[in-house]
């Protein structure tokens, strides 16, 4: 069976994508096709690289295994469905879009990393931890432009946010709600690259730039746990209101 003609994971053999007989089809998707994984007795998980034009994580899990993943336009997890990367090898190419909606990620996207061309937005449809990310992983942007909006945005249980970031673009990054990176928010962007917003609250671990514009954006460097040293250059803040408070440091002292 097929849903709206996408190719849907059956799991009939194996968890191995690459088996043409876990498929609807009968055939491994390839990069024209969209991609459904569903809820199933038997969860995919990669063998070798793979490409496909869009992908719904619904249900159940897929697990990278360790491989890279292409996907030309959307990637979205919704209902219980989750994205497993635990594999420093594990690397997830997304052209498009990313809409995390699923379930619980809590420990799942520990290593490797996404690099995304379109917008980010965690929803909490079925789960609040539905981008919760730790460890090593890295969020890479790569638009020049994108939009970035946490529905569950903190720390701990009930939140979503990034481990690292990692903004590439040369335009404006655009906040639609508070976002929270745990370690390092890098940007590479120079001085011509804007954080925007319309008072939204950007709480990083730390925070490398080479010349970085928030406009109308607060910045709260939150080192409470005392493993990161305190490092922050080149950022400029405009368009704040005037009570707003611009900068906030939490640290523990020495």
Same mark, same amino acid.
């Given at each position: 069976?097929?849903?709206?003609?996408?190719?849907?994971?059956?799991?009939?053999?194996?968890?191995?994508?690459?088996?043409?007989?876990?498929?609807?089809?009968?055939?491994?998707?390839?990069?024209?096709?969209?991609?459904?994984?569903?809820?199933?007795?038997?969860?995919?998980?990669?063998?070798?690289?793979?490409?496909?034009?869009?992908?719904?994580?619904?249900?159940?899990?897929?697990?990278?295994?360790? !491989?890279?993943? &292409?996907?030309?336009? #959307?990637? =979205? %997890?919704?209902? +219980?469905? *989750?994205?497993?990367?635990?594999? $420093? /090898?594990?690397?997830?190419?997304?052209?498009?879009?990313?809409?995390?909606?699923?379930?619980?990620?809590?420990?799942?996207?520990?290593?490797?990393?996404?690099?995304?061309?379109?917008?980010?937005?965690?929803?909490?449809?079925?789960?609040?931890?539905?981008? !919760?990310?730790? &460890?090593?992983?890295? #969020?890479? =942007? %790569?638009?020049? +432009?994108? *939009?970035?909006?946490?529905?569950? $945005? /903190?720390?701990?249980?009930?939140?979503?946010?990034?481990?690292?970031?990692?903004?590439?673009?040369?335009?404006?990054?655009?906040?639609?709600?508070?976002?929270?990176?745990?370690?390092?928010?890098?940007?590479?962007?120079?001085?011509?690259?804007?954080?925007?917003?319309?008072?939204?609250?950007?709480?990083?671990?730390?925070m490398v730039t080479l010349g970085t514009t928030l406009s109308n954006v607060l910045l709260e460097l939150d080192q409470t746990s005392g493993a990161q040293g305190l490092a922050l250059a080149n950022v400029k803040f405009t368009n704040e209101?005037?009570?707003?408070?611009?900068?906030?440091?939490?640290?523990?002292?020495?």
């Amino acid at each position: 069976a097929t849903a709206g003609g996408a190719v849907v994971w059956t799991g009939a053999v194996s968890t191995d994508w690459s088996v043409a007989g876990n498929w609807s089809s009968g055939v491994v998707p390839t990069v024209t096709d969209s991609v459904v994984i569903p809820a199933t007795a038997v969860s995919p998980a990669l063998t070798t690289t793979e490409s496909v034009a869009a992908l719904e994580v619904k249900g159940g899990s897929l697990t990278l295994n360790g !491989q890279g993943l &292409g996907v030309m336009r #959307t990637f =979205l %997890t919704s209902g +219980t469905g *989750v994205l497993v990367m635990t594999n $420093p /090898g594990d690397v997830l190419v997304v052209t498009g879009n990313a809409i995390f909606g699923g379930g619980s990620e809590a420990g799942l996207l520990t290593e490797g990393g996404i690099t995304l061309g379109g917008n980010f937005s965690q929803t909490a449809g079925t789960s609040g931890e539905s981008f !919760q990310s730790s &460890g090593n992983f890295v #969020t890479a =942007l %790569t638009g020049a +432009t994108s *939009v970035v909006s946490f529905a569950t $945005p /903190g720390t701990g249980a009930g939140t979503s946010q990034f481990q690292d970031l990692a903004w590439l673009g040369t335009g404006t990054l655009t906040l639609t709600s508070n976002v929270r990176v745990i370690g390092t928010l890098t940007s590479s962007s120079g001085t011509t690259g804007t954080i925007a917003g319309t008072g939204q609250i950007l709480t990083v671990g730390e925070m490398v730039t080479l010349g970085t514009t928030l406009s109308n954006v607060l910045l709260e460097l939150d080192q409470t746990s005392g493993a990161q040293g305190l490092a922050l250059a080149n950022v400029k803040f405009t368009n704040e209101s005037p009570t707003a408070v611009q900068l906030q440091v939490n640290h523990p002292g020495v």
